[in-house]
Structure formats: structure tokens, C-alpha cells
């Protein structure tokens, strides 16, 4: 049981270059979410998912894309990558919001020069 | 207001010590409240849940004041290990909502 990891751990990406974060949990669980966390600002909740097929907006959702095809599998996109978007980017799940705990990933720390 | 607002910190506190951590939040519909920990370079982890009648797991004790929208996070007999952030976590709704943290260095 791997609980919940993320691919890459680390990228250095030029202004203007896209890419994307895969993150994969394997306790069946409906709710995903895609965070990033900078200095001083705790964690931000870029984007989330309710189950298979579903993504909402969180706080700050500009410049990212997300998508739910599967339900273990919740990707992060960026498509033309900004310094502002240079972070560490933390994939979580839980099984039933504000109920259990958030399982989170290792992390993904982006560079964008 | 900021969502959740939490000490500034670093606390820097000697072995054996009692250290207490607060916490504001400003949604009053909120519900669920948590404090997690997270090492340096590692992702954040559930310490414990918090709950309306106040909660104690070993040397960690968690209270809940509705009223003041206020949480705290008391640590007993600090230990070396507990030495992290610690991150005050409130739902918003359809979210949650993570404060800036709270630095701890419990020293030798």
C-alpha cells in the first residue's frame, strides 16, 4: 500500500514550458486535491476533485488545468509555466470530505526560471 | 481577516517544556478542525483532530473555542522529535483551509 504518490519529486522548467504532475492513490478514495505551498503562505488549494470525472476551482486556479479520468489518478497541468509558479506542489486524498484525514504525497518542487 | 491565522512563531523551547500553539479562524460555519504536522522537505501529516469537547493524545492536548473561533494545541514534556511546523487546518465548506504554520525547534 503506497498511499498516495507523486511523479516527478523535482523539475526545473523555462518560462513559457508546460508540463504535468501525476499524482496516484491507491486507498479508493473520492476526493483529490492539488495544493501548493509557499513560504509564509501555508498550503493553497489549486484545484480539487469530488470522484471520477469531476474537478472544481479552488483558491488559486490560474494557470493550472486538472483532470480526473480515473479515480486513483489526479493530474496538474501547466501549460505555458510562470516564475509565480515556482512552489512545491503537494497532491493529497480523503475518503469523505471533513471527515477523515487528507492522506498527502511526497511533494513536487517546480522551478520555473 | 485571514482565514486562519496562527502564531508567527519560531518557538524555540528546551526539552521537557510545555508549549502552547493558537489559532484564529474566521469562518463561524466551520466544522471540522485539525492540526497537522509537518517536518522540513516533507509533506504534512494529521497530528490530531480537534474536537468541541477538547481532546488529549498522550503529551498533545487540542481545545476548540466556538465562541472566540479559536483552536489551540497544547505540547507537554516537549521532546526533541517534535521539533517541526505545525499547521492549523479548518474547513471552509468545500475546502480546506491551512494556516501558515507555527515553527517549533525544541532544543537539547
Not at chain 1, 43 to 54: A, N
Not at chain 1, 71 to 83: M, Y
Not at chain 2, 5 to 27: H, I, K, L
Not at chain 2, 71 to 79: A, C, E, G, H, P
Amino acid at each position: 500500500n503506497a498511499g498516495v504518490t507523486q511523479t516527478p519529486k523535482f523539475r526545473v522548467l523555462k518560462t513559457g514550458q508546460s508540463m504535468t504532475l501525476l499524482c496516484a492513490q491507491d486507498m479508493n478514495h473520492e476526493y483529490m486535491y492539488w495544493y501548493r505551498q509557499d513560504p509564509g503562505m501555508g498550503l493553497r488549494l489549486i484545484h480539487y476533485s469530488v470522484g471520477e470525472g469531476t474537478t472544481a476551482k479552488g483558491e488559486v486556479p490560474d494557470g493550472y488545468n486538472v483532470s480526473r479520468l480515473k479515480k486513483q489518478n489526479f493530474l496538474l497541468g501547466l501549460e505555458s509555466a510562470a516564475p509565480s509558479q515556482t512552489s512545491v506542489y503537494f497532491c493529497a486524498s480523503d475518503g469523505a470530505f471533513g471527515q477523515e484525514t487528507q492522506y498527502f504525497g511526497p511533494g513536487t518542487r517546480l522551478l520555473v526560471l | 481577516r485571514k482565514e486562519v491565522e496562527q502564531d508567527p512563531g519560531p518557538f524555540n523551547v528546551p526539552e521537557g517544556a510545555t508549549v502552547a500553539f493558537n489559532c484564529t479562524y474566521s469562518n463561524s460555519a466551520s466544522q471540522s478542525f485539525f492540526w497537522y504536522r509537518q517536518d522540513c522537505r516533507k509533506e504534512p501529516k494529521l497530528l490530531m483532530s480537534v474536537y468541541s469537547s477538547g481532546n488529549e493524545d498522550g503529551r498533545f492536548t487540542a481545545q476548540l473555542n466556538r465562541a472566540s473561533q479559536y483552536i489551540s494545541l497544547l505540547i507537554r514534556d516537549s521532546k526533541l522529535s517534535d521539533s517541526a511546523t505545525y499547521l492549523c487546518v479548518v474547513d471552509y465548506g468545500q475546502n480546506f483551509v491551512f494556516g501558515p504554520g507555527t515553527r517549533l525547534s525544541v532544543l537539547p
